[in-house]
């Protein structure tokens, strides 16, 4: 997002990278870098770290799933309803439906979020967003996110009607498990010894999902403390949030620069502190890190 501020003769440009996300993720075309800005505000989610390879990551969902319905367990997978969700019915869809794989074509599989339910109408209504590999695969009649044996939950009664289940993958939201069905669907399965949780996104500190995602022992669901005795995995090449690399790339790819200063936002202190780092290796311009809260003057 780009704001426009004037004041008398003086213009002013101020850019809000917003979740930057990764390249060559699937269905929408991939973000543009802008011209020049005098100011930058950009995120740090993955400011010190690199994200495992996209192709790789998609293979250990693919195992999880595979391994953990041989075992009679479900996955839950939490998911952000918009952009996340989709791109994993992408990916199972990619192995149902072009790389025949028939083990998985027999999993039911769950969307249990009226929210991602309402954003996957809307993918299929946007098509002009879609990215050539996207344009490529509907020219072939493959149904980029619907597949026969998925089945999209609308009423509390069916979402509720998956714990007498097993043997399934459930996609749900919120993707931090702090609200949402995924809370529900959490406590009838992270208890269990058979099921899979598999991380697809960031879990910010504090939140029920990085408690999870830190091996911890037991958790509190709904004023419950639940033993965690689920296998826990992080498919982090998989989030929305560029990592450190495509953070830079962005940056080193705005073609006449930032002109005043840049400010790094929306990261925790460890990762911010190594992007300002890096940015400050291979440009001059000023960096700063605000403080929570704090007013900053231009």
Not at 191 to 207: H, L, M, N, P, R
């Amino acid at each position: 997002m780009i704001l426009k501020v004037k004041e008398k003769s003086n213009e002013v440009l101020i850019t809000f990278s917003g979740d930057l996300g990764n390249n060559n993720m699937p269905i929408i075309r991939d973000y543009e870098y802008i011209d020049y800005s005098d100011y930058l505000i950009i995120e740090s989610t993955y400011g010190d770290r690199l994200h495992g390879n996209k192709t790789e990551e998609i293979k250990k969902l693919y195992d999880i799933i595979i391994n953990t319905v041989k075992r009679g367990g479900n996955v839950i997978i939490p998911a952000f309803s918009v952009g996340r969700a989709q791109e994993i019915l992408y990916f199972l869809n990619y192995y149902i439906d072009v790389e025949k794989r028939k083990e998985l074509s027999n999993v039911e599989i769950y969307l249990d979020s009226p929210l991602a339910r309402e954003a996957l109408e809307i993918y299929e209504k946007h098509k002009e967003c879609y990215d050539e590999e996207a344009i490529n695969l509907l020219s072939k009649d493959f149904d980029l996110l619907r597949f026969n044996n998925l089945y999209t939950i609308s009423s509390a009664e069916e979402s509720m009607a998956l714990n007498d289940k097993n043997g399934i993958v459930i996609i749900s939201s919120s993707g931090m498990c702090e609200a949402g069905r995924i809370k529900h669907h959490l406590k009838h399965n992270i208890w269990k010894d058979t099921t899979s949780i598999v991380f697809v996104g960031y879990q910010a500190e504090g939140t029920l999902g990085r408690k999870i995602l830190d091996n911890a022992k037991k958790v509190r669901i709904f004023g419950e403390e639940m033993v965690v005795k689920a296998k826990i995995y992080n498919l982090a090449g998989l989030s929305g949030h560029a990592d450190i690399e495509g953070l830079i790339n962005w940056v080193k790819n705005i073609k006449n620069g930032i002109s005043r200063k840049i400010f790094i936002v929306h990261g925790e202190e460890k990762a911010s502190e190594n992007f300002k780092k890096e940015i400050e290796k291979s440009m001059k311009t000023s960096v700063y890190i605000p403080e929570l809260f704090e007013k900053v003057e231009l």
